[in-house]
């Protein structure tokens, strides 16, 4: 295991310690009136306090960045709304997994609602599940394609943006 691995594994473990006490207040809801359709602020609120705090976390990282493409933000604020069912358990376990046993977290990534194995088929592939939802809610194709890419480096300014703030945030 290389040492880029420990050391994301050990980011995202701290990323779960800040998830567990997430709270989103009425407040920071408020900047979605600006971007979002209802349609989208209906997906905003319907993702768990923990993926709403997280998607702040990134749109005011881009903020703080300098960015202000409308549509950048957008997708920000949804990229994680493919996590939608998505248990708690699965979360920590697929971020081990994915860090120390790829291979396991694919073969148990499992496309069948009714399986327990579900929630690492969303883990793994939330990004398509969310651009899929993004572009039922009217979501621009530029914004469905930034939440499609966005666990992807990519030599798109925008995609590139949201993929770094992602990571940190």
Request: net charge negative; with cysteine.
């Amino acid at each position: 295991m290389s040492q880029s691995n420990v050391d994301a594994a050990i980011s995202r473990i701290r990323q779960f310690l800040a998830a567990i006490r997430a709270q989103v207040g009425e407040d920071e809801v408020a900047v979605l009136e600006q971007y979002l359709d209802p349609p989208q602020r209906d997906l905003f609120r319907r993702m768990s306090p923990i993926d709403q705090r997280h998607c702040l976390d990134v749109f005011n990282t881009l903020l703080q960045w300098g960015y202000s493409d409308p549509d950048l933000l957008r997708a920000a604020l949804v990229h994680d709304v493919g996590k939608r069912g998505i248990h708690l358990w699965h979360r920590v376990a697929g971020v081990l997994l994915e860090a120390f046993w790829p291979t396991l977290l694919e073969r148990l990534a499992v496309n069948r609602p009714q399986s327990w194995l579900y929630g690492f088929y969303i883990y793994r592939h939330h990004t398509d599940l969310g651009a899929e939802l993004a572009k039922r809610s009217g979501c621009s194709p530029s914004v469905v394609e930034l939440i499609r890419g966005h666990h992807t480096p990519s030599e798109n300014e925008r995609a590139q943006a949201l993929w770094e703030a992602d990571r940190i945030s």
